[in-house]
């Protein structure tokens, strides 16, 4: 059974900054890639950042392209989305997903993944 488990999400003031973890044992290693994802309320689920599994490549949405760095530690089957200079438009229910294949994976379609994790909220104060 696949478990991706969300962490360090919280809220925060304009300007500042989150690390997200994604705790994914043995999951990382056996999907292509791994992604990030946030939906608000009243919105459809957004790609945010995603990161192949061989060779690390990395995919951002133009929203955060500039505020956001997504990594994947092997050693520690953990999946990372840092966040910096968050806005209050950045609030939203957070996911952390793998998709066995990588057909997707640079488009960050969340139809394209096939495991989920149960979402942690960021909330951004303006």
């Known amino acids: 059974q696949v478990h991706l488990v969300e962490s360090g999400g919280g809220s925060v003031q304009a300007g500042g900054s989150l690390r997200l973890s994604c705790a994914a044992p043995?999951?990382?290693?056996?999907?292509?890639?791994m992604g990030w994802f946030r939906q608000a309320p009243g919105k459809e689920r957004e790609g945010v950042a995603s990161?192949?599994?061989?060779?690390?490549?990395?995919n951002y949405a133009d929203s955060v392209k500039d505020r956001v760095t997504i990594s994947l530690d092997e050693a520690k089957n953990t999946v990372y989305l840092q966040m910096t200079n968050l806005k209050p438009g950045d609030t939203a229910k957070y996911y952390c997903a793998a998709a066995i294949a990588n057909y997707y994976c640079h488009v960050i379609w969340p139809e394209g993944f096939d495991y989920w994790g149960q979402g942690i909220q960021v909330t951004v104060s303006s």
């Open positions: 990161i192949y599994s061989i060779g690390g490549g990395t």
């Open positions: 043995g999951v990382a290693r056996q999907s292509a890639c």
